[in-house]
Protein backbone atom coordinates (compact mmCIF):
# COMPACT_ATOMS: atom_id res chain seq x y z
CA UNK A 1 0.00 0.00 0.00
CA UNK A 2 1.61 3.44 -1.10
CA UNK A 3 2.02 6.31 1.37
CA UNK A 4 -1.50 8.23 1.94
CA UNK A 5 -1.36 11.81 0.69
CA UNK A 6 -1.30 14.07 4.47
CA UNK A 7 -1.79 16.96 2.62
CA UNK A 8 -5.27 16.15 2.38
CA UNK A 9 -7.75 17.34 5.28
CA UNK A 10 -9.25 14.37 6.95
CA UNK A 11 -12.82 14.68 7.74
CA UNK A 12 -13.69 12.65 10.93
CA UNK A 13 -17.66 12.08 11.13
CA UNK A 14 -19.13 11.59 14.58
CA UNK A 15 -22.21 11.57 16.64
CA UNK A 16 -21.75 14.40 19.05
CA UNK A 17 -22.23 12.03 23.04
CA UNK A 18 -19.61 12.23 25.28
CA UNK A 19 -18.23 8.49 24.34
CA UNK A 20 -18.97 9.04 21.01
CA UNK A 21 -16.23 12.11 20.94
CA UNK A 22 -14.22 10.39 22.78
CA UNK A 23 -13.59 7.34 20.23
CA UNK A 24 -13.15 10.06 17.50
CA UNK A 25 -10.99 12.16 19.46
CA UNK A 26 -9.06 8.86 20.25
CA UNK A 27 -8.65 7.91 16.51
CA UNK A 28 -8.15 11.14 15.79
CA UNK A 29 -5.33 10.67 18.19
CA UNK A 30 -3.78 7.65 17.22
CA UNK A 31 -3.79 8.72 13.37
CA UNK A 32 -1.56 12.12 14.57
CA UNK A 33 0.38 9.78 16.67
CA UNK A 34 1.44 7.30 13.67
CA UNK A 35 1.31 10.08 10.87
CA UNK A 36 2.70 13.43 12.76
CA UNK A 37 1.20 16.51 12.65
CA UNK A 38 1.23 16.94 8.91
CA UNK A 39 -2.39 14.87 8.52
CA UNK A 40 -5.02 17.66 9.08
CA UNK A 41 -7.82 16.06 10.46
CA UNK A 42 -11.41 17.61 11.21
CA UNK A 43 -14.41 15.73 13.27
CA UNK A 44 -17.83 16.96 12.23
CA UNK A 45 -20.36 16.36 14.33
CA UNK A 46 -23.46 14.66 12.93
CA UNK A 47 -26.93 14.72 15.01
CA UNK A 48 -28.64 11.07 14.40
CA UNK A 49 -32.46 9.92 14.97
CA UNK A 50 -31.41 7.80 17.82
CA UNK A 51 -29.85 10.89 19.57
CA UNK A 52 -32.66 12.94 19.06
CA UNK A 53 -35.50 10.78 19.89
CA UNK A 54 -35.22 10.04 23.80
CA UNK A 55 -38.46 9.70 24.97
CA UNK A 56 -39.07 5.93 23.49
CA UNK A 57 -36.94 2.51 24.23
CA UNK A 58 -35.32 2.12 21.04
CA UNK A 59 -37.26 -1.40 20.33
CA UNK A 60 -40.25 1.19 19.86
CA UNK A 61 -38.25 3.19 17.50
CA UNK A 62 -36.30 1.41 14.80
CA UNK A 63 -33.59 -0.48 14.90
CA UNK A 64 -29.61 -0.21 15.22
CA UNK A 65 -29.59 2.14 12.37
CA UNK A 66 -30.94 4.78 14.07
CA UNK A 67 -27.43 5.27 15.51
CA UNK A 68 -25.87 5.35 12.16
CA UNK A 69 -27.86 6.16 8.84
CA UNK A 70 -27.46 10.21 9.37
CA UNK A 71 -23.39 9.48 9.79
CA UNK A 72 -23.50 6.96 6.52
CA UNK A 73 -25.48 9.18 4.80
CA UNK A 74 -22.56 11.62 5.01
CA UNK A 75 -19.89 9.19 3.97
CA UNK A 76 -21.78 8.57 1.12
CA UNK A 77 -22.37 11.66 -0.34
CA UNK A 78 -18.39 12.71 0.48
CA UNK A 79 -19.12 15.57 3.65
CA UNK A 80 -16.62 13.22 5.82
CA UNK A 81 -14.33 10.63 5.11
CA UNK A 82 -14.32 8.78 7.72
CA UNK A 83 -17.01 7.59 10.43
CA UNK A 84 -16.05 6.50 14.08
CA UNK A 85 -18.69 3.75 15.54
CA UNK A 86 -19.47 1.83 18.58
CA UNK A 87 -19.54 -1.59 15.84
CA UNK A 88 -22.43 -2.78 18.08
CA UNK A 89 -24.96 0.06 16.78
CA UNK A 90 -23.86 -1.00 13.64
CA UNK A 91 -26.74 -3.31 11.39
CA UNK A 92 -25.54 -6.37 10.45
CA UNK A 93 -25.63 -5.28 6.69
CA UNK A 94 -23.95 -1.84 5.67
CA UNK A 95 -24.94 0.87 3.09
CA UNK A 96 -24.45 -0.22 -0.39
CA UNK A 97 -20.77 1.50 -1.14
CA UNK A 98 -19.23 1.56 2.51
CA UNK A 99 -17.40 -0.68 4.28
CA UNK A 100 -15.41 -1.34 7.93
CA UNK A 101 -12.06 -0.86 6.98
CA UNK A 102 -10.09 -0.93 10.62
CA UNK A 103 -11.26 -2.76 14.24
CA UNK A 104 -8.72 -1.24 17.23
CA UNK A 105 -8.24 -3.36 19.48
CA UNK A 106 -10.91 -4.16 21.71
CA UNK A 107 -12.02 -3.13 25.44
CA UNK A 108 -13.55 -5.40 27.90
CA UNK A 109 -16.92 -6.15 26.17
CA UNK A 110 -18.58 -7.05 29.40
CA UNK A 111 -21.92 -5.47 30.87
CA UNK A 112 -21.48 -3.47 34.10
CA UNK A 113 -23.57 -3.11 37.15
CA UNK A 114 -23.54 -0.15 38.64
CA UNK A 115 -25.56 0.42 41.72
CA UNK A 116 -27.35 3.64 43.73
CA UNK A 117 -24.72 4.78 46.77
CA UNK A 118 -28.08 3.52 49.10
CA UNK A 119 -27.77 -0.22 47.59
CA UNK A 120 -24.51 -0.34 47.97
CA UNK A 121 -23.95 0.16 51.16
CA UNK A 122 -26.27 -2.87 52.39
CA UNK A 123 -25.36 -5.01 50.05
CA UNK A 124 -22.28 -4.57 51.56
CA UNK A 125 -22.96 -4.87 54.51
CA UNK A 126 -24.76 -7.85 53.82
CA UNK A 127 -21.61 -9.86 52.06
CA UNK A 128 -19.25 -8.48 55.03
CA UNK A 129 -20.50 -11.70 56.87
CA UNK A 130 -19.83 -14.33 53.89
CA UNK A 131 -15.60 -13.69 53.33
CA UNK A 132 -14.62 -15.47 50.37
CA UNK A 133 -18.02 -14.87 48.66
CA UNK A 134 -18.30 -14.83 44.58
CA UNK A 135 -18.38 -11.84 42.94
CA UNK A 136 -22.00 -9.23 43.41
CA UNK A 137 -24.05 -11.14 41.01
CA UNK A 138 -27.60 -9.76 39.29
CA UNK A 139 -29.01 -12.61 41.66
CA UNK A 140 -28.39 -10.74 44.96
CA UNK A 141 -30.19 -7.82 44.45
CA UNK A 142 -33.15 -7.59 46.29
CA UNK A 143 -36.95 -8.17 45.02
CA UNK A 144 -38.03 -4.67 43.69
CA UNK A 145 -34.77 -3.14 42.58
CA UNK A 146 -35.50 -0.83 39.76
CA UNK A 147 -32.90 -1.79 37.56
CA UNK A 148 -32.62 0.78 34.83
CA UNK A 149 -31.75 -0.52 31.02
CA UNK A 150 -33.65 0.23 27.93
CA UNK A 151 -31.49 -3.15 26.19
CA UNK A 152 -33.92 -5.79 25.36
CA UNK A 153 -31.26 -8.27 25.36
CA UNK A 154 -30.56 -7.13 29.45
CA UNK A 155 -33.74 -7.15 30.35
CA UNK A 156 -34.14 -11.01 29.24
CA UNK A 157 -30.93 -11.78 30.86
CA UNK A 158 -31.72 -9.66 34.19
CA UNK A 159 -35.00 -11.48 34.58
CA UNK A 160 -33.74 -14.37 33.75
CA UNK A 161 -31.04 -14.82 36.65
CA UNK A 162 -33.42 -12.55 39.01
CA UNK A 163 -37.23 -12.59 38.28
CA UNK A 164 -38.06 -10.08 41.36
CA UNK A 165 -36.44 -6.88 39.28
CA UNK A 166 -38.42 -3.92 38.47
CA UNK A 167 -36.57 -3.42 35.16
CA UNK A 168 -37.62 0.17 33.68
CA UNK A 169 -36.47 1.97 30.97
CA UNK A 170 -33.28 4.40 30.82
CA UNK A 171 -32.18 6.22 28.07
CA UNK A 172 -29.58 8.28 27.47
CA UNK A 173 -25.93 9.06 27.18
CA UNK A 174 -23.47 7.41 29.75
CA UNK A 175 -23.77 10.48 32.06
CA UNK A 176 -27.35 11.27 31.85
CA UNK A 177 -27.68 7.58 33.01
CA UNK A 178 -25.28 8.02 35.77
CA UNK A 179 -26.93 11.03 36.93
CA UNK A 180 -30.46 9.36 36.44
CA UNK A 181 -29.07 7.26 38.96
CA UNK A 182 -27.35 9.45 41.72
CA UNK A 183 -30.75 10.99 41.75
CA UNK A 184 -32.83 8.64 42.72
CA UNK A 185 -34.43 7.17 39.60
CA UNK A 186 -33.17 4.15 40.42
CA UNK A 187 -31.35 1.80 42.09
CA UNK A 188 -28.96 -0.13 39.79
CA UNK A 189 -28.35 0.57 36.38
CA UNK A 190 -26.88 -2.00 33.81
CA UNK A 191 -24.36 -0.49 31.00
CA UNK A 192 -21.59 -1.41 29.05
CA UNK A 193 -18.27 -1.72 30.95
CA UNK A 194 -16.61 -0.45 27.75
CA UNK A 195 -18.30 3.25 27.57
CA UNK A 196 -17.01 3.60 31.43
CA UNK A 197 -14.21 2.50 30.97
CA UNK A 198 -13.59 4.93 28.12
CA UNK A 199 -14.68 7.79 29.69
CA UNK A 200 -12.89 7.40 32.80
CA UNK A 201 -15.40 6.38 34.68
CA UNK A 202 -14.54 2.55 35.89
CA UNK A 203 -14.83 3.31 39.15
CA UNK A 204 -18.03 3.43 39.72
CA UNK A 205 -18.70 -0.17 38.20
CA UNK A 206 -19.67 -2.23 41.20
CA UNK A 207 -19.75 -5.57 39.22
CA UNK A 208 -18.42 -6.71 35.94
CA UNK A 209 -20.92 -9.52 34.90
CA UNK A 210 -19.60 -12.79 33.68
CA UNK A 211 -20.06 -13.27 30.02
CA UNK A 212 -20.79 -17.26 30.21
CA UNK A 213 -24.05 -16.20 32.26
CA UNK A 214 -24.65 -12.70 30.51
CA UNK A 215 -23.43 -12.73 27.19
CA UNK A 216 -22.53 -9.11 25.94
CA UNK A 217 -23.86 -8.05 22.66
CA UNK A 218 -22.26 -8.75 19.76
CA UNK A 219 -19.25 -6.30 19.58
CA UNK A 220 -20.07 -4.72 21.84
CA UNK A 221 -16.54 -2.53 23.28
CA UNK A 222 -15.43 -3.10 19.65
CA UNK A 223 -15.03 0.48 17.31
CA UNK A 224 -15.43 0.21 13.40
CA UNK A 225 -14.05 2.65 11.40
CA UNK A 226 -16.38 2.91 8.38
CA UNK A 227 -15.46 4.60 4.86
CA UNK A 228 -16.26 4.47 1.12
CA UNK A 229 -15.27 0.94 -0.25
CA UNK A 230 -13.04 2.23 -2.96
CA UNK A 231 -11.31 5.09 -1.26
CA UNK A 232 -8.08 3.54 -0.76
CA UNK A 233 -6.25 6.81 0.86
CA UNK A 234 -8.05 6.64 4.06
CA UNK A 235 -7.89 2.70 4.09
CA UNK A 236 -4.35 3.11 4.32
CA UNK A 237 -4.33 6.42 6.52
CA UNK A 238 -6.31 3.86 9.40
CA UNK A 239 -4.80 0.55 8.28
CA UNK A 240 -1.88 1.06 11.07
CA UNK A 241 -4.80 1.26 13.98
CA UNK A 242 -6.03 -2.20 13.55
CA UNK A 243 -5.78 -5.05 15.82
CA UNK A 244 -5.88 -8.45 14.52
CA UNK A 245 -7.57 -10.25 17.52
CA UNK A 246 -10.31 -7.45 17.27
CA UNK A 247 -10.59 -8.44 13.45
CA UNK A 248 -11.33 -12.22 14.43
CA UNK A 249 -14.01 -11.19 16.75
CA UNK A 250 -16.04 -8.42 14.75
CA UNK A 251 -16.20 -11.16 11.80
CA UNK A 252 -17.46 -14.19 14.41
CA UNK A 253 -20.23 -11.62 15.71
CA UNK A 254 -21.06 -9.80 12.82
CA UNK A 255 -21.33 -13.23 10.95
CA UNK A 256 -23.82 -14.17 13.74
CA UNK A 257 -25.81 -10.44 13.67
CA UNK A 258 -25.65 -10.55 10.04
CA UNK A 259 -27.48 -14.11 9.82
CA UNK A 260 -30.37 -13.91 12.15
CA UNK A 261 -30.75 -10.21 11.12
CA UNK A 262 -30.56 -8.91 14.49
CA UNK A 263 -30.89 -5.44 16.09
CA UNK A 264 -32.71 -3.26 18.80
CA UNK A 265 -35.88 -5.45 18.84
CA UNK A 266 -34.15 -8.79 19.45
CA UNK A 267 -32.72 -9.72 22.57
CA UNK A 268 -29.61 -11.73 21.54
CA UNK A 269 -26.09 -11.68 22.35
CA UNK A 270 -22.99 -12.77 20.80
CA UNK A 271 -19.78 -12.69 22.60
CA UNK A 272 -16.03 -14.28 21.17
CA UNK A 273 -13.23 -14.89 22.78
CA UNK A 274 -9.64 -16.10 21.58
CA UNK A 275 -8.34 -19.07 23.74
CA UNK A 276 -4.83 -20.02 22.45
CA UNK A 277 -4.88 -20.97 19.00
CA UNK A 278 -8.56 -21.74 19.18
CA UNK A 279 -11.92 -19.16 18.93
CA UNK A 280 -14.13 -19.49 21.03
CA UNK A 281 -18.05 -18.16 20.65
CA UNK A 282 -20.99 -18.04 22.72
CA UNK A 283 -24.46 -16.81 21.62
CA UNK A 284 -27.41 -16.38 22.97
CA UNK A 285 -30.95 -15.32 22.23
CA UNK A 286 -34.25 -14.84 24.56
CA UNK A 287 -37.77 -13.90 24.91
CA UNK A 288 -38.15 -10.51 26.60
CA UNK A 289 -39.50 -12.01 29.42
CA UNK A 290 -36.30 -13.78 30.72
CA UNK A 291 -37.80 -17.23 29.57
CA UNK A 292 -37.11 -19.40 27.17
CA UNK A 293 -33.40 -18.58 26.63
CA UNK A 294 -31.40 -20.49 23.98
CA UNK A 295 -27.86 -20.69 24.33
CA UNK A 296 -24.77 -22.36 22.43
CA UNK A 297 -21.32 -22.25 21.53
CA UNK A 298 -18.78 -23.23 19.08
CA UNK A 299 -15.13 -23.43 18.49
CA UNK A 300 -12.67 -23.40 15.94
CA UNK A 301 -9.94 -21.73 14.16
CA UNK A 302 -9.62 -18.28 14.60
CA UNK A 303 -9.55 -18.20 10.24
CA UNK A 304 -13.18 -19.66 10.26
CA UNK A 305 -14.22 -16.80 12.37
CA UNK A 306 -17.05 -15.68 9.95
CA UNK A 307 -18.17 -19.43 9.04
CA UNK A 308 -18.45 -20.16 12.74
CA UNK A 309 -20.61 -17.49 13.71
CA UNK A 310 -23.15 -18.48 11.29
CA UNK A 311 -23.14 -21.65 12.24
CA UNK A 312 -23.88 -20.54 15.50
CA UNK A 313 -26.72 -18.35 14.54
CA UNK A 314 -27.97 -21.64 12.67
CA UNK A 315 -27.69 -23.77 15.74
CA UNK A 316 -29.68 -21.41 17.73
CA UNK A 317 -32.53 -21.45 15.38
CA UNK A 318 -32.45 -25.22 15.11
CA UNK A 319 -32.50 -25.66 18.91
CA UNK A 320 -36.01 -23.39 18.65
CA UNK A 321 -34.71 -19.67 18.81
CA UNK A 322 -36.72 -19.38 15.87
CA UNK A 323 -40.06 -19.35 17.68
CA UNK A 324 -38.57 -16.31 20.03
CA UNK A 325 -37.56 -14.77 16.61
CA UNK A 326 -41.21 -15.47 15.02
CA UNK A 327 -43.11 -14.09 17.86
CA UNK A 328 -41.05 -11.14 18.02
CA UNK A 329 -41.64 -9.73 14.46
CA UNK A 330 -45.57 -10.82 14.99
CA UNK A 331 -45.42 -8.60 17.82
CA UNK A 332 -43.96 -5.49 15.88
CA UNK A 333 -46.01 -6.31 12.76
Known sequence: MQQPDLDIPLKIGTRGSELALWQAHHVRDELRRHWGDALAIELVLISTEGDRIQDRPLNQIGGKGLFVNAIEEQLVSGAVDLAVHSMKDLPGRLAAGLAIVCTPPREDPRDALVL???LRE???AARAGSPGAPGLSLAELPPGTRLGTTSLRRTALARRQNPGLDVRSLRGNVPTRLRKLAAGDFDAILLAAAGLSRLGLAAEIDARLDPEGFCPAACQGILALECRETDERVRALVAPLG??????????????????????QVPMGCNAELRGASLHLRGVIADPAGRPVYSATREGRPEDAATLGRELAELLLRLGADQVLAALAHRHE
Open 116 to 118: APG
Open 122 to 124: RLA
Open 243 to 264: DPDAAVMAAAERAFLSRLDGGC
